[in-house]
């Protein structure tokens, strides 16, 4: 065990004395390790030992491999101590889900947005073997290009946005317009993303989904229709069967006219099916200023493709 570890709580078994949801800094002697270069996070989080997938996937921050667990005789415990590599962070953290859950819970109490909540709470980093979690501001930028999230500021400031962004390798690009990989000839795919992510409802939308919360929407729903007469400039006793009929005009004595309503529905991103989630964050990656790369790799958008679909589409 570290001597780091050790004094935090004077009693040398691992563990902070405060609690983490107050959110109090606990740094790590190991944050200088963390190789930026190598993470990438477009790819399912599977262990690199194993293959397998599953809630306890952690990504290492030196050299961007994923392993499963950080338990005793795990993969990702192993790892830490044959390669030294300390710093991991957690790919699909359970406080994440315990936090929605009580969103979900006090949705009716928080119907409106906020601009300045950031919302990435749930992205979790850990040191290994010692077992503690890192809460160091010096991680905020990997939470970014993890997981990105957006504000209602953010989104609608978009459209707006002319300053190019720069990736870790000096790479220029200006977020909605990256490149997406050819994975095997899947040209097709990313033509039908790019120009789905550039749909402005559709994209605030899924960039409003980011944070996982549930929120209101409202929408314009058909409430009844209606006969409404109308006369016709046409006379029957001037050869109307022989005549042509004049462009704008009405072949009917009678149109329908819907009157519309306004619906407020409740929409919970937790309970997408996987595709839907996949292409949600497939579009907030490419919408993304905080890339530790110019171009987004389909992949996980790709897979979900090929489940939903029973592979009858594959690469």
């Known amino acids: 065990m570290s001597t780091a570890a050790t004094a935090r ?37 599977t262990c690199s030992i194993t293959l397998s997938s599953g809630p306890h996937i952690y990504g290492c921050l030196v050299c961007g491999k994923f392993f499963r667990g950080k338990g005793k005789r795990t993969p990702a415990y192993l790892h830490s101590i044959n390669e030294n590599h300390n710093v991991f962070i957690h790919l699909n953290s359970e406080r994440q889900n315990q936090k929605q859950k009580q969103t979900q819970k006090n949705s009716n109490d928080n119907a409106h947005d906020n601009d300045n909540d950031s919302g990435n709470s749930g992205v979790t980093f850990w040191c290994l073997p010692d077992d503690y979690e890192i809460i160091d501001s010096s991680l905020d930028d990997i939470k970014n290009a993890f997981r990105p999230i957006y504000t209602p500021s953010d ?123 996949t292409f949600g964050e497939m579009v907030r990656k490419m919408w993304s200023n905080q890339r530790f790369k110019s171009t987004v790799d389909p992949h996980l958008f790709v897979q979900a493709v090929s489940a939903t679909s029973n592979k009858k589409f594959t690469i």
């Open 155 to 277: 989104i609608r400031s978009l459209d707006d946005q002319t300053s190019l962004s720069r990736d870790l390798f000096g790479k220029r690009y200006l977020p909605g317009y990256v490149g997406l990989n050819n994975l095997n000839k899947t040209d097709y795919i990313n033509v039908a993303l790019q120009a789905l992510a550039h749909v402005r409802p559709l994209r605030d939308f899924f960039l409003r989904c980011g944070k996982g919360d549930v929120f209101d929407v409202t929408i314009r729903v058909p409430r009844k229709t209606t006969k409404v007469k109308v006369k016709t400039k046409a006379k029957a006793e001037v050869g109307m069967a022989s005549k042509k009929r004049k462009r704008g005009e009405s072949t009917s004595n009678s149109y329908s006219t819907s009157i519309f309503k306004k619906k407020t529905i409740t929409i919970n991103p937790n309970n997408f099916s996987q595709l839907v989630k």
């Open 9 to 45: 709580n004077g009693n040398g078994n691992g563990n902070t004395s405060t609690s983490t949801s107050t959110k109090t800094a606990v740094s790590c002697p190991y944050l200088d390790t963390i190789n930026r270069t190598s993470l990438d996070f477009d790819f399912e989080p």
